[in-house]
């Protein structure tokens, strides 16, 4: 059973500077697979849309912004802007966690206010102002919502990834080790579930839709597990 979410879209709508002439597609960005209905892998298409075109499109802002920078700190600016945190900021703004569509279970497991969710479900939302206004609705969003995380130039932290891997070394053990346990999904539309292994320790598992996110999530759920964080 799916648990009822009051939501006013017409003030989400505001907040992204767009209004859908398909609500559908915001109805799918907001729609958690667990939620049944019309949607049955919920927001996880739109959000492998959106990551894409939120890849492309901070690429292109930071260009104009910078136009002297070499491509090192391009690439950090990169990736301050597209990772989780930068997302779960712009979800905040938009109280998005309050609008998504989720069944009674995950509700009450607490779902709502997973950091993971909010950045996830902010993805989709982009990829449904690509599909319903073009790159422009995108872009207008996109620009408002992160022209002061990007003038704010902070230095973005480690990823997952990288903070396995140096405290693996910094215990004298061998490298981090990742294997693709599971591929479900059509060609178009893939999920894929990675599990990381360090020496001694036993594996973590993450889920994602493409292999970079599925080992980012397998990290960060290990290097919790190791640093007791």
Request: proline residues 6%.
């Amino acid at each position: 059973m799916t648990a009822t979410v009051p939501a006013d879209r017409a003030r989400l709508e505001n907040g992204l500077g767009h209004h859908f002439k398909n609500p559908r597609l915001l109805a799918e960005a907001l729609a958690h697979r667990s939620a049944g209905g019309p949607f049955p892998v919920g927001y996880e298409r739109l959000e492998f849309l959106g990551d894409r075109v939120l890849g492309l499109v901070v690429a292109d802002m930071l260009l104009a912004r910078y136009p002297e920078e070499a491509e090192g700190p391009l690439a950090r600016r990169h990736a301050a802007l597209v990772r989780k945190e930068a997302l779960v900021i712009v979800a905040d703004r938009l109280d998005l966690g309050a609008h998504v569509q989720l069944s009674r279970g995950e509700e009450e497991a607490g779902s709502r206010n997973s950091a993971s969710l909010k950045a996830d479900v902010c993805e989709a939302v982009i990829g449904a102002l690509y599909l319903d206004g073009g790159l422009e609705a995108a872009r207008r969003f996109l620009l408002r919502a992160l022209t002061d995380l990007m003038e704010a130039d902070v230095r973005p932290p480690k990823d997952a990834k990288t903070a396995l891997q140096e405290w693996a070394q910094g215990q004298g053990k061998p490298l981090p080790a990742y294997e693709t346990v599971e591929t479900t999904g059509p060609a178009h539309d893939p999920r894929f579930v990675v599990a990381v292994t360090v020496q001694g320790i036993a594996p973590a598992t993450g889920t994602g839709t493409s292999k970079r996110k599925a080992e980012q999530m397998a990290a960060e759920t290990l290097l919790a597990k190791v640093t007791g964080q």
